[in-house]
């Protein structure tokens, strides 16, 4: 297997992490959509795991591994400088300190949430695309891009939720957001089944490869090993 990065892959990793750090600041806005009342993020971040599909599928579980950290790398650099700005005294002339604040300001508890999330769902969606690749030969792309979606969706909000707001909001509640998210962010993938289709088709066929993880290492850490 290569161990570079090609054309098609450094695009999809720079969609990822853009989609990563959006999904972030839009998570600050509540919208209402078809009566369904979510967050702007959900806008954005559903992107993020078809990139994932899309870099398992066509060049396996070690370069997935090599973009989510990259994306916990980019989260994580920009919750730190936002905190870093959010503490630094503003000018006296300036007045837009409060809705700086309001969408920059993230609570402690609530990054180490959406840290910890995002790394438990992207390396299950990502894992489960892996393995069932190879269980069915490289058969059914897209029912394995609906299955380990809503895996990883389902592990991201079991982790964010619980983690951001237990003891905050009762669990009967915590529990009907978990799996409202988990199913419109995997319903946002069935909607756009038909462009990952696509995408994954023409990379497969303009980039040559289709990688099959038989004998790879799923230890997440093995950051080098790509």
């Known amino acids: 297997m290569q161990k570079t990065v090609t054309i098609p892959f450094m695009l999809l990793g720079i969609l990822f992490n853009i989609c990563l750090v959006a999904s972030n600041l839009l998570e600050t806005k509540v919208i209402q959509l078809f009566g369904i009342t979510a967050t702007a ?74 840290l ?45 939720f619980p983690v951001a707001f237990w003891g905050l909001v009762p669990p009967p509640e915590l529990l009907l957001m978990v799996c409202t998210q988990a199913l419109l962010k995997s319903l946002y993938e069935v909607l756009v089944l038909p462009v990952t289709v696509y995408i994954v088709k023409y990379i497969k066929k303009v980039d040559g490869q289709d990688v099959y993880d038989i004998g790879a290492s799923y230890n997440i850490l093995k950051i080098k090993d790509i």
């Open 116 to 160: 910890m999330a995002f790394l438990t769902g992207s390396f299950i969606n990502a894992y489960v695309m892996s393995r069932m690749k190879i269980a069915s030969r490289g058969r059914n792309f897209s029912v394995r891009a609906i299955v380990s979606t809503l895996a990883g969706e389902s592990a991201d909000s079991l982790v964010f």
């Open 41 to 114: 993020g959900l806008l954005v971040f559903p992107i993020s795991y078809i990139v994932n599909d899309c870099v398992a599928e066509v060049w396996g579980f070690k370069k997935a591994r090599l973009i989510i950290w990259c994306g916990f790398a980019s989260n994580f650099l920009l919750i730190a400088f936002s905190q870093l700005s959010v503490r630094i005294p503003a000018a006296p002339f300036w007045e837009g300190e409060e809705a700086f604040n309001f969408v920059f300001g993230l609570a402690p508890r609530i990054a180490a949430a959406s």
